[in-house]
């Protein structure tokens, strides 16, 4: 099992950048892909940004693409997503995902390991 921490969530004007943060811990975390979803209240998640372990491929959904970048640190524990040109509908729980041996798919379906999630509200 893998614990997954996000943090970095808050409030920010349209327009602006946030980047938030997903602090991964556990005894097998090796050749994971980790993935970005987010929920707006009252609807159903949807993929966000994916990434490889290795970093060779990312997946972006068409809403993100161009603005937000996902992405690790060198000793792989932090998944990043860094958000720019943000949007009101951008709003938003942000949720990691880390698939081991994953291809960085945008299916939520085939994510292991999720964390709690953290808050992005873009106001307008």
């Known amino acids: 099992q893998v614990q997954l921490v996000e943090s970095g969530g808050g409030l920010v004007q349209a327009g602006g950048s946030l980047t938030i943060s997903c602090a991964a811990s556990?005894?097998?975390?090796?050749?994971?892909?980790a993935a970005w979803f987010r929920r707006a209240p009252g609807k159903d998640r949807e993929f966000v940004a994916a990434l490889t372990w290795s970093g060779s491929h990312t997946n972006y959904a068409d809403s993100v693409k161009g603005r937000f970048t996902i992405s690790r640190d060198n000793a792989k524990t932090t998944v990043y997503l860094h958000m720019n040109s943000l949007k009101p509908e951008d709003t938003g729980v942000y949720y990691c995902a880390v698939d081991q041996w994953g291809s960085a798919t945008m299916s939520e379906k085939t994510y292991e390991s999720w964390g709690q999630g953290t808050q992005v509200t873009v106001s307008s």
């Open positions: 556990g005894r097998t975390f090796v050749n994971y892909a």
